[in-house]
């Protein structure tokens, strides 16, 4: 065997298991998810034939057995979708982006109530205007509908995060209100 055998090295060296499923995972040749599922089994056939040899290593490649479970149900689908990515390393890079520029406008530690509130707004507009810059025209939300409920949503979230406020503020009196509107819902009219 040599190390342009797709199988080398073997899996009874110890880590070559690790570097094996790396290449199959890699995917060079573009196989679609089928291919890729059953070179990937034949992988894990041969780990489980060859784990009482392993010694030392087998909480190793039994923590191997477990991860590869865990994401088993969705672990072969990017080779199904054009262009969509193995791994969301580049998602995750954008989310560190964003919190990190965050902390620097804010100068807060933890991510500030408006990110918290509007994130799901503020968040995909920021990304989008990395790529580039918008006229007030394409601003303009074209299906009014849709803008309304997502500005209600907003709302809503922005009105229950001031609920809140209010009972930090003060509870005693916060409380005596819901009190009397239990028992004006309670009652007979």
Not at 5 to 28: C, E, K, Q, S, Y
Not at 36 to 41: A, D, L
Not at 63 to 80: E, I, N
Request: proline share 7%; with cysteine.
């Amino acid at each position: 065997m040599s190390e342009t055998d797709p199988l080398w090295p073997p899996v009874r060296t110890g880590f070559g298991f690790v570097h094996r499923a790396a290449r199959i995972l890699d995917n060079p040749k573009q196989h679609r998810s089928p291919a890729v599922r059953r070179r990937y089994r034949a992988l894990l056939r041969d780990l489980r034939r060859s784990v009482k040899q392993a010694g030392q290593l087998e909480t190793a490649i039994a923590h191997f057995f477990k991860v590869t479970a865990s994401y088993w149900p969705g672990l072969f689908h990017c080779y199904d979708v054009p262009d969509l990515p193995r791994t969301n390393n580049d998602l995750e890079q954008l989310f560190g982006s964003t919190r990190h520029h965050e902390r620097r406008c804010t100068g807060r530690k933890a991510a500030s109530p408006s990110l918290v509130l509007r994130g799901s707004v503020r968040i995909v507009a920021g990304l989008g205007t990395r790529r580039r810059r918008f006229q007030g025209r394409e601003l303009a939300p074209t299906n009014l509908e849709t803008w309304q409920t997502l500005r209600a949503g907003l709302e809503r979230r922005r009105q229950t995060r001031a609920l809140r406020q209010r009972f930090r503020r003060d509870p005693q009196a916060y409380l005596c209100q819901l009190e009397a509107l239990l028992l004006k819902s309670t009652l007979p009219p």
